[in-house]
């Protein structure tokens, strides 16, 4: 099984890109009989949107002699596959050019791989720059909260040294308030970046 999955599928096409023959591997994977395809012009193989690819690469096969294209193929029952094709040109017994020989593989579960990949290192990019972003905002919350700490130590100080009803209390007691606001949004940094600390609650359990 693994020897014959190897072995890639096999037509051969005439000077107008029809078919004139085409292996059983070959005409299955395109999900026809290996004698419907006699005759088929390729373009009923290829995805629209590929088959100027295809279309120049066999154009180019007289000059060239060979080919390699990744295009998407038709199946007879419209769905879509990837395929990886080699053209070879095939010559009549004087020489000229005579067509070519298609060798196919499907290569769709290979290019889902690849999409796949490409999907999971994006989400990985992705993710280390929001844990950069994360580590630099953790740093700026915890030098903020340090800061307000200081703030709040010494409004407290001067708040304890002034009498009762002195005017200047309210303005500490202002202070002290907004210092409380900006500790709030300390905390939503530390929450965005995941490393705002636990809180210890004690729970009666009887109660749950």
Known sequence: MAINNAIPGIARL????CYLMAR?????????????MIGLH??????????SVSLAALAALPRDGRAETDVRGVRKDGSIFNMRC?????????????????????ITERKNAEVENRTLEEQLRRAQKLDAVG?????????????????NGYAEIAKDSLPIGHPARQSIESLERASE?????????????NR????????????V
Do not use: W
Not at 181 to 193: I, K, N
Not at 196 to 207: C, G, H, K, T, V
């Open 196 to 207: 705002e600390p636990f809180s210890r609650d004690r729970i009666d359990l009887n109660a």
């Open 14 to 17: 005439d000077e107008h890109n």
């Open 24 to 36: 059983d591997k070959y005409a299955a994977m395109l999900g026809y009989r290996p004698d419907e």
């Open 181 to 193: 606001q900006a500790r709030s949004v300390t905390r939503g940094l530390l929450t965005f970046s």
């Open 135 to 151: 580590t630099l905002a953790s740093g700026v919350a915890h030098d903020f909260n340090n800061i307000l700490t200081a703030i």
């Open 42 to 51: 390729v373009s009923k193989t290829i995805h629209p949107d590929d088959l």
């Open 86 to 106: 080699l053209l070879v040109t095939s010559h009549a017994d004087h020489g000229r050019a005579n067509g070519c020989y298609c060798f196919m593989d499907d």
